[in-house]
């Protein structure tokens, strides 16, 4: 054991003293990454303190900008931003405290610019309070005092006195303009101008001003001297603001700011120097560190894989040559290592592999009943090439059946292609082939077919049975037997283990005692076309079975081709016959449409002839000067000639369709004999020749006629023309 464990105790210790070197730069890593965080942590103490001057800066902005002419601000004096400007600076001054008591700070001795930095925060907050305050002094330019120009202005304005308004107008405007640009030069133009003023109150004669006495003019030059005293008052606080940015409290402010900002930025460089000067102090002493570790430990590694290398060769040869394919050849190995155990095992390994190379090849030539090794007893490897080999087996056998079952199928295709017109050869054909290609005993084929009274039934097409065919006539009805039972249910019907009194169960083949039946549908799309019955001393396969069952498809494809093509000759010597048929009947046709054609001619002839009386009829009859109406034995006014609306005095459209009794009491067809009876008050009488009758017309009028009746009958039909003789117009 001691020698076994020469290898590790080696490792371990090479490893010790490699861990040792390399603890070396995690701990002095360590210790100078506190460090650099301490100096980061300081950077970014004072990188927020950076942020919040600048805030500080947006917030005075703010404040000139929005505020410091708001009227809120100028009534009572407060500003948000006024008080986050406080805000901010407190927080400054807050995170300079902190950044006093940094231990970052004591090395780097800035104590001093920290000071200075508070002072200056001080001193900007006072200038900006001090700039708020002269701002908000400016409230007092709107305020109407007695001393402020804009009440000097309306006491001018509200005296009624006269003066020089255009001089008046022209210092408003300078007050404006001075206000709106803060350029000194209009407060000289103001002084100038107002000095005009005066003078020209003073030169002004007393009385002859449109009656202004001394007084008013004292009056007028207190008002004036009120008014150049407020525009001083505004240039001088326009002054303690400041003109522009580098004036007054505006400069001021914003000389504190630039040395806020140039004392931040020294505090800023120091930091950054310093902490450039560490990372590179890192960065150096990091490296040497580092290459020492670096070149000690592979110092160790290389003497310790010295002593190794020769032993790792021989074992490096042995697997690559293995891992080539090839078979190294057994070496041994000097010392009492644990090598000399891999050595060892890479030579039992390789026997292994021998052998079961050995055992692969003899299952390559074909060799399946050949046994393993005993170098390969109970190992994976002889029962992963066991596996291999029943696999190999297995598939072969699959093959076979495979080919079988295509081989079966393409010769059958080549009988069923054959013939097409003859169903009873190709019967005895298809099941004679196919009892010797399964080898089996019996079968028979059944054909659906249909008798004259429309029943439907199975027929024995053709059977072989023993080596020789039998020819039967047999006839099987839906249901009947398991051959009707197939026929029925569209399903294979599989029987097997049959007992030794099935000859009393009946089939289509009659009573026999085989081993197993097999009956097949020949089915296409649910649509039977016939049965096979198949009969053997042993069971069927499943690959046979499955054989069977696709072979039935094609039969039934054939079979149905064959029903197909009977069905199309009957038709086509129907389509003859009838086709002859036809052109009888067309000859026939084609005399009597000349015949038809005649007719019609003499027919259309004697229509116009008809039409031509017609309207030779109606036209005297239009022309009458007595009423025509025309109307049926129901008294259906079907004419009315245009002296018939002059007696009813209304329109043809409203008189045809209209009962003849609405306009007289008239009685039609009495008894049968198809007269006519005018209905009156001295009672009822025959309408003939110049009858005394009493019409009654649109306005319900009675207007005495003479009427003359005139009947037509046709066929069933009896048909009444009423001439009517308007008496008054003839007494008149």
Avoid at 12 to 38: E, H, R, T
Avoid at 46 to 65: A, C, D, M, P, W
Avoid at 684 to 700: H, L, Y
Wanted: proline share 2%.
């Amino acid at each position: 054991m001691k020698y076994r464990k020469s290898v590790k105790v080696n490792l371990l210790s090479v490893f010790g003293a490699i861990l040792v070197l390399s603890l070396l730069l995690p701990v002095w890593g360590l210790y100078n990454v506190n460090k650099i965080m301490n100096y980061q942590s300081a950077r970014e103490t004072f990188y927020h303190i950076n942020n919040l001057v600048s805030q500080l800066g947006r917030t005075e902005k703010g404040f000139l900008i929005e505020e410091s002419k708001h009227p809120e601000f100028m009534q009572t004096g407060e500003s948000k931003y006024l008080t986050e400007s406080v805000e901010i600076a407190d927080r400054i001054r807050n995170k300079m405290k902190d950044l006093g008591e940094h231990k970052t700070t004591f090395d780097l001795n800035i104590e001093k610019h920290l000071n200075e930095i508070t002072r200056s925060l001080i001193q900007y907050s006072q200038k900006l309070n001090q700039l708020a305050v002269n701002i908000r002094s400016r409230r007092f330019y709107n305020l109407p005092t007695e001393e402020g120009p804009i009440a000097a202005s309306l006491d001018m304005d509200q005296s009624g006195l006269p003066y020089n308004r255009s001089l008046m107008l022209l210092l408003r405007i300078y007050k404006r303009d001075f206000l709106l640009t803060r350029d000194p030069s209009y407060q000289s133009k103001f002084e100038n101008t107002i000095q005009d003023f005066k003078s020209t109150l003073m030169r002004s004669d007393v009385g002859s001003l449109s009656g202004i006495s001394v007084t008013e003019r004292d009056e007028l030059l207190k008002w004036v001297d009120n008014y150049q005293h407020g525009f001083n008052q505004i240039v001088k606080t326009e002054q303690e603001i400041g003109l522009n940015e580098k004036e007054g409290a505006q400069g001021e402010l914003r000389e504190a700011a630039l040395q806020l900002n140039h004392q931040l930025e020294a505090v800023n460089n120091d930091l950054s120097r310093a902490q450039d000067e560490i990372n590179y102090t890192v960065l150096f002493q990091g490296i040497l560190i580092f290459i020492f570790s670096l070149t000690t430990g592979a110092l160790l590694g290389v003497i310790f894989s010295s002593r190794l290398s020769n032993r790792i060769s021989l074992i490096k040869d042995s697997i690559v040559k293995l891992s080539e394919g090839n078979f190294p050849e057994k070496k041994s190995m000097t010392g009492q290592d644990e090598l000399i155990d891999i050595q060892q095992a890479i030579n039992d390994l390789t026997e292994r592999i021998k052998s079961a190379a050995d055992f692969a090849k003899k299952i390559g030539d074909g060799e399946l009943d050949t046994s393993s090794s005993k170098n390969l007893n109970q190992g994976v490897l002889e029962e992963a090439l066991l596996t291999m080999h029943k696999k190999l087996q297995d598939s072969m056998q699959e093959d076979e059946k495979r080919n079988w079952v295509v081989n079966g199928l393409a010769k059958f295709s080549e009988i069923l292609g054959n013939d097409l017109k003859d169903l009873t050869s190709l019967s005895q054909t298809i099941i004679r082939n196919l009892v010797k290609y399964l080898g089996i005993n019996q079968g028979g084929l059944f054909i659906v077919k249909d008798n004259q009274e429309n029943e439907t039934y199975l027929e024995l097409m053709a059977c072989y049975a023993w080596e020789r065919e039998k020819y039967t006539k047999k006839k099987i009805l839906i249901g009947e037997g398991l051959t009707g039972q197939c026929w029925q249910e569209k399903k294979e019907i599989y029987l097997t283990d049959l007992p030794d009194n099935y000859i009393k169960i009946t089939s289509g083949l009659g009573q026999t005692n085989p081993g197993s039946i097999l009956i097949v549908p020949l089915k296409v799309q649910e649509e039977v076309f016939g049965v096979i019955e198949l009969a053997s001393l042993n069971e069927f396969p499943d690959y046979q079975r499955e054989f069977i069952l696709k072979l039935a498809e094609n039969i039934a494809t054939t079979l149905s081709s064959v029903k197909v093509n009977s069905k199309t000759l009957l038709l086509l010597e129907q389509f003859q016959t009838q086709a002859e048929v036809m052109r009888t009947q067309e000859e026939e046709m084609r005399q009597n449409t000349e015949e038809l054609k005649a007719t019609q001619e003499n027919l259309s002839k004697k229509l116009k002839e008809i039409e031509a009386e017609k309207q030779k009829n109606t036209a005297i009859l239009e022309g009458s000067v007595d009423g025509v109406i025309s109307f049926d034995m129901r008294g259906i006014i079907d004419f009315v000639n245009h002296a018939g609306e002059e007696i009813l005095c209304l329109d043809r459209s409203d008189i045809i369709g209209r009962n003849i009794g609405e306009f007289m009491p008239v009685e039609l067809n009495i008894n049968g004999h198809g007269k006519a009876f005018y209905a009156g008050s001295n009672g009822s009488k025959e309408i003939e020749v110049r009858t005394e009758m009493a019409f009654k017309n649109r306005f319900d009028e009675e207007v005495e006629v003479l009427g003359t009746l005139s009947l037509a009958k046709v066929e069933d039909n009896t048909y009444y023309t009423l001439f009517l003789q308007n008496i008054t117009v003839d007494l008149f």
